[in-house]
């Protein structure tokens, strides 16, 4: 199963972000869309969507996610938000979901800093993939590429674009 995780497009998308949602069986999107322009093209793709909403997102886009998602791949439990807190320190909300989920993988956006680390503390693989959008300071748009085979990650990878002003 081969997994595109995103964060933080802030309603901005291209076709290199494209080529990698074709790539991907399921998309994961952490959060801040800021639009729905590009849930649309991953609908008309026909890609599987899992997504949290941002604290950029507005009720429009609040009525299709929620803060907290959790989804469960080859036997892995994943806790999906948007702002998380710094890894291993997280928000009391954060903490209390980890307590009652116990998720394998803790998937946030919101930093815009990509990041790949196991939590000593709290048992977990935490994966932020950056942000694909143009907003924000980071100088590399990233995203985060997963294969799962039989219960396990075979492959992980990070995917940057250059970041263009428009």
């Keep these: 199963m081969n997994i595109l995780i995103i964060s933080d497009n802030h309603g901005y998308w291209d076709q290199p972000l494209l080529e990698q949602v074709k790539w991907a069986d399921e998309v994961w999107h952490a959060g801040d869309w800021l639009n729905d322009s590009l849930k649309d093209e991953i609908d008309r793709l026909s890609k599987p969507l899992f997504s949290v909403y941002g604290n950029a997102d507005g009720q429009d886009l609040r009525v299709y996610y929620d803060e907290f998602l959790v989804l469960e791949r080859q036997g892995i439990r ?8 710094k890894m291993g320190v997280y ?8 307590s009652e989920v116990k998720p394998d993988w803790l998937v946030c956006g919101h930093s815009h800093i990509c990041k790949v680390q196991f939590d000593q503390r709290f048992h977990l ?4 993939p950056g942000a694909c959008g143009l907003q924000g300071f980071h ?4 995203a985060l590429r997963l294969v799962l085979e039989a219960g396990k990650p075979k492959a992980l990878e990070v995917v940057e674009w250059e970041r263009k002003n428009l």
């Design 125 to 128: 693989m935490y994966l932020n």
């Design 78 to 85: 994943i806790l999906m938000v948007h702002i998380a807190g």
């Design 139 to 142: 100088k590399v748009r990233t």
């Design 91 to 98: 928000t009391a909300r954060v903490r209390e979901r980890i």
